[in-house]
């Protein structure tokens, strides 16, 4: 089956720009992850999604960093004034498990979108 | 605050050779471990999981780790490199009811 899936796989936004990263998990999946992953870093945490509820959003590094799942399937990251520093891979990955199961460990990524802002 | 370390950088193995990648963690109570692998433009795919029970867990594409309380590590193993194994590993713990802490990684390098 399909698995996740995420666009743009690559962006180059300008200092300063707006930007607007999508993810559609599995079907049915009802947890959403975040990650934001740093050159030669390992991904880190950013937010976490049950349904369409935003149930932790304490990785987001500022309050230029939104993310909603209005729907409770398609996520969508956004960047606002985007700046250097935000020049980095972000992860979408999803799990079928809820919280209080132990298997929303359980996650399965997608290929990441590529954000370099220049 | 959990954290899991990975030692080494960059490896680099012959193909055919042995291959153990090493990680340590850090936290009081009984982990939750993993291992990913991560290929060039592709997603991060999960080698192998221990949440208890057998302290020697089996993965995929013939990767297994052990799980070591006394030395808080969970290295990974794979008997004999394939070329198609280059990629970067990463050891992660999974705590509380959903976050995962990555460890930095390890890039392989196989040799022919």
């Known amino acids: 089956g399909a698995g996740v899936s995420q666009s743009p796989r690559y962006k180059v936004a300008k200092r300063g720009q707006d930007v607007a990263l999508r993810c559609d998990p599995i079907s049915g999946h009802v947890s959403l992850f975040w990650y934001q992953q740093a050159l030669g870093q390992g991904p880190e945490f950013l937010t976490y999604f049950q349904n369409e509820a935003q149930l932790d959003k304490s990785g987001l590094p500022s309050d230029r960093f939104f993310a909603e799942r209005p729907e409770g399937s398609v996520s969508t990251l956004k960047i606002q004034r985007t700046q250097q520093e935000d020049s980095a891979v972000y992860l979408c990955?999803?799990?079928?498990?809820?919280?209080?199961?132990?298997?929303?460990?359980?996650?399965?990524f997608g290929p990441g979108t590529r954000l370099t802002v220049t | 605050a959990q954290s899991v370390t990975q030692p080494d950088i960059h490896i680099t193995v012959s193909e055919g050779a042995s291959l153990e990648l090493r990680c340590n963690y850090s936290?009081?109570?009984?982990?939750?471990l993993f291992w990913y692998v991560q290929s060039p433009g592709q997603g991060l795919q999960l080698l192998l999981k221990y949440f208890s029970g057998d302290t020697l867990v089996q993965g995929i594409k013939g990767f297994e780790a052990e799980f070591k309380r006394s030395q808080s590590s969970f290295n990974l193993r794979k008997p004999s490199v394939h070329w198609s194994d280059a990629a970067e590993y990463f050891c992660?713990?999974?705590?509380?009811?959903?976050?995962?802490?990555f460890g930095k990684g390890t890039k392989l390098s196989v040799i022919p």
């Open positions: 992660v713990h999974g705590a509380g009811s959903y976050q995962l802490t």
């Open positions: 990955a999803s799990s079928f498990f809820p919280p209080g199961t132990g298997k929303p460990y359980e996650q399965y």
């Open positions: 936290y009081g109570a009984t982990p939750y």
